[in-house]
Nanobody, 124 residues
Framework: QVQLVESGGGLVQAGDSLRLSCAAS????????MAWFRQAPGKEREFVAQ????????FTADSVKGRFTISTDDAKATVYLHLNSLKPEDTAVYYC?????????????????WGQGTQVTVSS
């Protein structure tokens, strides 16, 4: 079992930055690749970024490449999503996810564990 708890969402203006955090726990969380997904109202949940513990490979969706960055703090068992130059279209609930293997562009069906989500709202 893996437990994931997100934090850091909020209401910001276009052009602002945010940092989302995901605290991971459980006996086996370190064996999983970690990712962020997001879901806007009326839309499907979509992949944002993925990485593994201890650095190494990471992948970012084309829609946010150059603006969003994923990172980990292994000592704190925490995954971060750094959101820069935010746009109104980035408004969504952002979910932390754990996957059994790292892959380039995972789908929501590939996720083994989900966090509860954190709301990010970007005003114009």
């Amino acid at each position: 079992q893996v437990q994931l708890v997100e934090s850091g969402g909020g209401l910001v203006q276009a052009g602002d930055s945010l940092r989302l955090s995901c605290a991971a726990s459980g006996p086996s969380f370190s064996y999983y690749a970690m990712a962020w997904f997001r879901q806007a109202p009326g839309k499907e949940r979509e992949f944002v970024a993925q990485t593994g513990w201890g650095g190494g490979l990471s992948f970012t969706a084309d829609s946010v490449k150059g603006r969003f960055t994923i990172s980990t703090d292994d000592a704190k068992a925490t995954v971060y999503l750094h959101l820069n130059s935010l746009k109104p279209e980035d408004t969504a609930v952002y979910y932390c996810a754990a996957l059994s293997r790292i892959q380039r562009f995972p789908a929501a069906r590939d996720v083994n564990y989900w966090g509860q989500g954190t709301q990010v709202t970007v005003s114009s």
